[in-house]
């Protein structure tokens, strides 16, 4: 079983910053990829970064710069450094997590429920 819990969301004045963090529990599951996505109203859920275990991260381009994706491996969580915030980052945000029960060749994902950030003063 792999549960994936987020926290940290909030309201948040333009310029400001949060963290966000998630948290995944899993039992005989080898975690390899943790990602963070977000979903604005109207709007499809979209890719912002993640962190393979090796420590490996990719961004989406244009997010690169204000945001920052970490990663403990030994705790199982994944943190999300927002800076500069700005109205239109205002989103759903959610956590996934890639990896293989021990044993099993087969890949599995899994979500959290989200974290609503909101940037508004």
């Known amino acids: 079983q792999v549960q994936v819990v987020e926290s940290g969301g909030g309201l948040v004045q333009p310029g400001g910053s949060l963290r966000l963090s998630c948290a995944a529990s899993?039992?005989?599951?080898?975690?390899?990829?943790m990602a963070w996505y977000r979903q604005a109203p109207g709007n499809q859920r979209e890719f912002i970064a993640q962190?393979?275990?090796?420590?490996?991260?990719d961004y989406v381009g244009y997010l690169k710069d204000r945001f920052s994706v970490s990663r403990d491996n030994d705790k199982n969580m994944l943190y999300l450094q927002m800076d500069s915030l700005k109205p239109e980052d205002t989103a759903v945000y959610y956590c996934?997590?890639?990896?293989?029960?021990?044993?099993?060749?087969?890949?599995?994902?899994?979500w959290g429920q989200g974290t609503q950030v909101t940037v508004s003063s």
């Open positions: 996934n997590v890639k990896g293989k029960f021990v044993g099993y060749s087969r890949a599995y994902d899994y």
């Open positions: 899993a039992t005989m599951f080898s975690i390899n990829v």
């Open positions: 962190v393979d275990r090796g420590g490996s991260t």
